[in-house]
Structures are given as C-alpha cells and as structure tokens.
C-alpha cells in the first residue's frame, strides 16, 4: 500500500539512515568542512561590514559579470562564501550548515567542495552568456546585470541538493527543488533566480557523468562474460 510513510520511508529513508548514522558516531566531527565553511562566511560578513575591511572582501571575492574573465574566475572560490550584501547572513549560514552539512555526510568533502563549485561556476560564467544574449533572449539578461555583485552559496546549494537527490534516489524531492528553481524565474526573472537554473544543469551533468563513470565497470564485465574470457582478478 503506497501510504505517506511508505512514501517518506522510500524517498527520505536512506539519506534519513546515512544521516543519523554518521551523526550518531561522530556528531559536529562528521562535518568539519561544513562548520569551517559556515565561520568563513561569518568572517566575512563581518570584514565586509567594517569600513576597513569592505574594499578587502571586494578585491577577493566579489564577482560581476563586467569583470575580466580571469579576475572574475579568480574570485569565484571564494564568492561562494560571501554572504550578498542585500540578503541576512543567517540565511547563508542556513544553507551552509544545513546543505553543506548534508552533502559532506553523503557525498564526502571533495566531492561537495566540487559539486559546490562547479555550480556557482556555472551561474558565473552564465551571468556573461546571458548578458551577451540580451534580455530579448528568453535566457537573456539586461546589459545592467552586469554591474550586480554575484556572491553567496545560493547557487552552490542548489547543485548540492539536487546531487543529494540523485545519489539518493529521492527523484521527488529532486524534481521539487527543480520546479521550485524554474517558479523562481517564472515570478522573478532575476540574474539569481536563473543562475540557479545554470547550477541545476551543472549539476545534472555531473550526475550524468557520474552514473556513465559507475556503469563502465558492470558494462565490461558483461562483455568479458559474453565473450568468454576469464574474469579479471584484482
């Protein structure tokens, strides 16, 4: 019977088990990338808020689209954790503490570190293909986004999550934070909301490399099988 918990049991019940598994055994040791990620944000929306520290935080880590490509992907790393100047810190350190954590339990550091940055990537090198398409465009943006500071792990969470769900196989859950990402730009056709669109494509790449890499090994070993030779031995 597919009632609501057999539904919550299937969709949230292996990521619910690696959680409290990982939590249960190690408690905040489990995410140390997650917690050294949520004091740098904190640092920095304190240095940026001084009047000392703002020009600091502008040269390493603020990112437009009207930069120099090299400058811009030279700041891009460290633009994931500089909370947006218009937005509350809480809410950056939200994301971090609770996605971050998440996926540095299923996916490891690395591979979030990676994840995360190939998505705010992503939305950084879309930011000038929009704006070089124009806002006629239907992915187009106007010529004034390019002055717009790009920072915040926004888009860094968007690809996490949606490589969560796949790793999971919560495809509801995946597909949700999808629809949730294209209602975005539905509503509010921002420079933001479709760099979150880029890091969904980013990130369904990755998985789509990700599950062609996984296959290769069961693919050979059936066509050793079919050709008849032995099997190889490690």
């Not at 891009?76 to 809480?90: G, K, Q, R």
Request: with cysteine.
């Amino acid at each position: 019977m597919n009632t609501p918990s057999a539904f919550a049991r299937r969709e949230w019940g292996p990521l619910y088990a690696a959680l409290r598994t990982a939590l249960a055994a190690r408690g905040w040791r489990a995410v140390p990338m997650t917690l050294s990620a949520a004091c740098l944000t904190a640092l920095f929306q304190i240095t940026q808020n001084q009047s000392w520290g703002y020009g600091f935080v502008r040269d390493i880590g603020f990112v437009r689209a009207e930069d120099p490509l090299w400058l811009a992907l030279l700041r891009t790393p460290l633009s994931l954790f500089v909370p947006a100047l218009d937005l509350p810190v809480w809410g950056a350190l939200a994301q971090i503490l609770l996605v971050f954590g998440i996926a540095e339990i299923c996916l490891g550091p690395r591979r979030t570190l990676v994840v995360a940055y190939v998505s705010t990537l992503a939305g950084t090198l879309y930011a000038r293909i929009g704006i070089a398409v124009g806002p006629d465009g239907p992915f187009g943006l106007p010529a004034g986004d390019a002055r717009i500071v790009d920072t915040g792990p926004s888009a860094a969470v968007v690809g996490l999550a949606v490589v969560v769900c796949w790793c999971f196989r919560a495809w509801f859950t995946g597909a949700l934070v999808v629809v949730a990402m294209v209602v975005e730009v539905i509503v509010k056709p921002n420079l933001a909301g479709k760099e979150h669109l880029a890091a969904i494509a980013a990130a369904l790449v990755l998985c789509a490399v990700a599950e062609a890499w996984q296959r290769r090994p069961s693919q050979r070993l059936r066509e050793r099988s079919r050709s008849g030779a032995p099997p190889i031995r490690s």
